[in-house]
């Protein structure tokens, strides 16, 4: 989307045929299924399965994974801008579908066996499965080493024991990628990651979470008691749980940017037009300096929020490290997100502050995304460590 540059020049912003394909097709979808239940959706505090099912039937949720394991191989360019569509349009749609392919696909795809990619991914890629990622506890939140949920090995199995928070996709999910503590005494080194299925024995739901935002999306506890899990489950090996869950993050902290900037595009898109609409003093509202200035700015931070996204998805697409352009893309689009949603409000007036109309939706969709997958405070925190390694 706005992003066009030179044609023939090797550094151009234009969209390739497929990262444009995927932008109108899941405009289009989002426009035509998911934009029109948003409001009801977060009215009710449902969790749309509906949505995941045209989602699956568009191939989408193995977007950017091999076709040999049922993916569509595309690039995370394409999986940025899909995620930034479905925002557009539904955040609780956005976050169901990123929280599925970044912090639960992507992890098997990184660090499992062939043997596990053909188990455990084939089936999250053709959506027979939908994936979530437990990491939060509620001890232990920004702190991710301090998890206390154990993982005791007896024989082949990991016999799983404590309590996991604000689970996306939570009750919904059949896989959870599961970080579990082996060894106490070896803090973050001891942690392991783990495929857990929905039907293990042992594992049950806490209470459903009553959000701000998101309100379709299903956020929950998770509970282990005495839960067996195969030893074969485990991704990697003993010890590697800690860095399972950083790579992940860095991955869904992209997601998180584009749901982001999605956000702020959506209700940018809304306030205009009802700027356009609505008049006073004899003027639409849009023909106001003040107001004209503003939609200048917000769309002047979304386009950069959302170059900074497809920045960091080209440098993971290139194979390096991205931890740094996850972590500012996330921080700076989140930011935008909740500063152009406020001012949208404002736009609206006091129908900004009614539920007729989807401004404040959008306001309160945006301000979990200054908290999920890292709040601002520890993507500042991973941007310092990087630019000061070694120093
Ligand atoms: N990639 C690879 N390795 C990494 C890494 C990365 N991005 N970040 C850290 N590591 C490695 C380090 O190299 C180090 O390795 P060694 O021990 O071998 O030296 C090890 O991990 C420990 O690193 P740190 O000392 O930097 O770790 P720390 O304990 O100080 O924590 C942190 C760092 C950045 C604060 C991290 O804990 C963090 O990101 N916290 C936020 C967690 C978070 O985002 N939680 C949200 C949960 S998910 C969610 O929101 C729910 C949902 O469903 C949406």
Not at 222 to 245: H, Q, R, S, Y
Not at 350 to 366: C, I, L, N
């Given at each position: 989307?706005?992003i066009?540059?030179?044609?023939?020049?090797?550094?151009?912003?234009?969209?390739?045929?497929?990262?444009?394909?995927?932008?109108?097709?899941?405009r289009?979808?989002?426009?035509?299924?998911?934009?029109?239940?948003?409001?009801?959706?977060?009215?009710?505090?449902?969790?749309?399965?509906?949505?995941?099912?045209i989602?699956?039937?568009?191939?989408?949720?193995?977007?950017?994974?091999?076709?040999?394991?049922?993916?569509?191989?595309?690039?995370?360019?394409?999986?940025?801008?899909?995620?930034?569509?479905?925002?557009?349009?539904?955040?609780?749609?956005?976050?169901?579908?990123?929280?599925?392919?970044s912090?639960?696909?992507?992890?098997?795809?990184?660090?499992?066996?062939?043997?596990q990619?053909?188990?455990?991914?084939?089936?999250?890629?053709?959506?027979?499965?939908?994936?979530?990622?437990?990491?939060?506890?509620?001890?232990?939140?920004s702190?991710?080493?301090a998890?206390?949920?154990?993982?005791?090995?007896?024989g082949?199995?990991?016999?799983?024991?404590?309590?996991?928070?604000?689970?996306?996709?939570?009750?919904?999910?059949?896989?959870?990628?599961?970080?579990?503590?082996?060894?106490p005494?070896?803090?973050?080194?001891?942690?392991?990651?783990?495929?857990?299925?929905?039907?293990?024995?042992?594992?049950?739901?806490?209470k459903?979470?009553?959000?701000?935002?998101?309100?379709?999306?299903?956020?929950?506890?998770?509970?282990?008691?005495?839960?067996?899990?195969?030893?074969?489950?485990?991704?990697?090996?003993?010890?590697?749980?800690?860095?399972?869950?950083?790579?992940?993050?860095?991955?869904?902290r992209?997601?998180?940017?584009?749901?982001?900037?999605?956000?702020?595009?959506?209700?940018?898109?809304?306030?205009?037009?009802?700027?356009?609409?609505?008049e006073?003093?004899?003027?639409?509202?849009?023909?106001?300096?003040?107001?004209?200035?503003?939609?200048?700015?917000?769309?002047?931070?979304?386009?950069?929020?959302?170059?900074l996204t497809?920045?960091?998805?080209?440098?993971?697409?290139?194979?390096l490290?991205?931890?740094?352009?996850?972590?500012?893309?996330?921080?700076?689009?989140?930011?935008?997100?909740?500063?152009?949603?406020?001012?949208?409000?404002?736009?609206?007036?006091?129908?900004?502050?009614?539920?007729d109309?989807?401004?404040?939706?959008?306001?309160?969709?945006?301000?979990?995304?200054?908290?999920?997958?890292?709040?601002?405070?520890?993507?500042?925190?991973?941007?310092?460590?990087?630019?000061?390694?070694?120093?």
């Amino acid at each position: 989307m706005l992003i066009t540059g030179q044609k023939d020049s090797p550094f151009s912003f234009k969209l390739s045929q497929e990262q444009s394909l995927i932008e109108s097709t899941v405009r289009e979808i989002s426009e035509k299924e998911f934009a029109p239940k948003a409001a009801q959706i977060d009215r009710e505090h449902r969790f749309p399965r509906e949505n995941w099912d045209i989602l699956v039937q568009l191939g989408l949720v193995g977007l950017p994974f091999p076709e040999e394991y049922g993916g569509a191989g595309l690039d995370h360019i394409c999986y940025a801008i899909a995620v930034e569509e479905l925002a557009i349009a539904c955040a609780t749609t956005a976050v169901m579908y990123s929280a599925h392919v970044s912090l639960c696909a992507t992890p098997i795809h990184l660090f499992g066996s062939k043997e596990q990619k053909e188990r455990l991914l084939k089936p999250l890629c053709t959506g027979q499965k939908m994936g979530a990622f437990a990491l939060s506890e509620p001890g232990s939140g920004s702190d991710s080493a301090a998890a206390t949920c154990t993982a005791t090995l007896k024989g082949n199995e990991f016999i799983l024991n404590g309590v996991k928070n604000w689970i996306t996709n939570g009750a919904q999910a059949d896989y959870y990628l599961v970080i579990a503590q082996s060894n106490p005494i070896l803090k973050h080194k001891g942690l392991i990651a783990i495929i857990v299925e929905k039907d293990s024995p042992g594992f049950s739901f806490g209470k459903l979470e009553d959000k701000l935002g998101i309100k379709g999306s299903s956020t929950c506890q998770i509970i282990f008691e005495n839960t067996p899990v195969p030893k074969e489950n485990m991704l990697g090996n003993i010890g590697d749980g800690f860095k399972v869950a950083m790579v992940t993050l860095d991955g869904g902290r992209i997601g998180i940017g584009a749901q982001a900037v999605g956000i702020a595009q959506g209700a940018w898109n809304h306030a205009l037009s009802y700027a356009r609409q609505r008049e006073a003093f004899g003027h639409r509202v849009c023909d106001f300096e003040a107001i004209r200035l503003m939609f200048a700015d917000m769309q002047t931070e979304i386009d950069a929020a959302r170059l900074l996204t497809y920045h960091a998805s080209l440098v993971q697409d290139k194979g390096l490290q991205f931890t740094k352009e996850a972590a500012t893309a996330k921080l700076y689009a989140s930011e935008v997100a909740m500063r152009s949603t406020v001012k949208c409000v404002q736009i609206f007036g006091g129908y900004g502050y009614v539920t007729d109309y989807p401004a404040e939706r959008y306001m309160r969709d945006a301000k979990i995304t200054e908290i999920y997958e890292g709040t601002s405070e520890i993507q500042r925190l991973v941007i310092a460590n990087q630019l000061l390694k070694g120093n």
